[in-house]
């Protein structure tokens, strides 16, 4: 990500030494890579987005914050909704669709998400993800 802008700068940070984690690579890219970008686009030139890794022994934490425009509380509860933009995106480009493909990643996953934003100062994501979790999804066409 750090090679895609080159007016951020994304500062990393990892508390505990990496361990081994049963997640899905694919869905982990789709959070990460939608979080990244949106601090990034959401940020004035020359901002810094923090990006930080805490890894505990059952669960991963990713943090992503930006100094980016912020979202009012108000806004917040229809982030995750598709097709939904906040009012003060102004002509900032977009779909409104990032924010929603990561809230169905992370559910897929059995994690969770938690956002906190104030107008004009910037946006934290927290994503907690269950370490070696196995997930069972039922397949109606599956037969013993």
């Given at each position: 990500m750090q090679i895609s802008?080159?007016?951020h700068t994304i500062v990393w940070n990892s508390e505990n030494n990496p361990i081994t984690a049963?997640?899905?690579e694919k869905?982990?890219?789709q959070i990460l890579s939608n979080l990244l970008t949106n601090a990034i686009e959401y940020s004035p030139q020359g901002g810094i987005v923090h990006f930080e890794l805490i890894c505990t022994t059952q669960s991963a934490i990713f943090r992503v914050q930006g100094s980016e425009i912020g979202i009012s509380l108000s806004e917040q509860a229809s982030l995750f909704d598709s097709f939904y933009r906040a009012s003060n995106v102004g002509t900032i480009s977009g779909t409104?669709?990032?924010q929603a493909i990561v809230k169905n990643s992370v559910d897929l996953q059995g994690g969770l998400i938690a956002v906190e934003s104030e107008i004009d100062v910037g946006t934290t994501f927290t994503v907690t993800l269950l370490l070696n979790q196995i997930l069972y999804t039922y397949d109606k066409n599956f037969s013993n």
């Amino acid at each position: 990500m750090q090679i895609s802008t080159l007016k951020h700068t994304i500062v990393w940070n990892s508390e505990n030494n990496p361990i081994t984690a049963c997640l899905d690579e694919k869905l982990l890219r789709q959070i990460l890579s939608n979080l990244l970008t949106n601090a990034i686009e959401y940020s004035p030139q020359g901002g810094i987005v923090h990006f930080e890794l805490i890894c505990t022994t059952q669960s991963a934490i990713f943090r992503v914050q930006g100094s980016e425009i912020g979202i009012s509380l108000s806004e917040q509860a229809s982030l995750f909704d598709s097709f939904y933009r906040a009012s003060n995106v102004g002509t900032i480009s977009g779909t409104g669709l990032g924010q929603a493909i990561v809230k169905n990643s992370v559910d897929l996953q059995g994690g969770l998400i938690a956002v906190e934003s104030e107008i004009d100062v910037g946006t934290t994501f927290t994503v907690t993800l269950l370490l070696n979790q196995i997930l069972y999804t039922y397949d109606k066409n599956f037969s013993n």
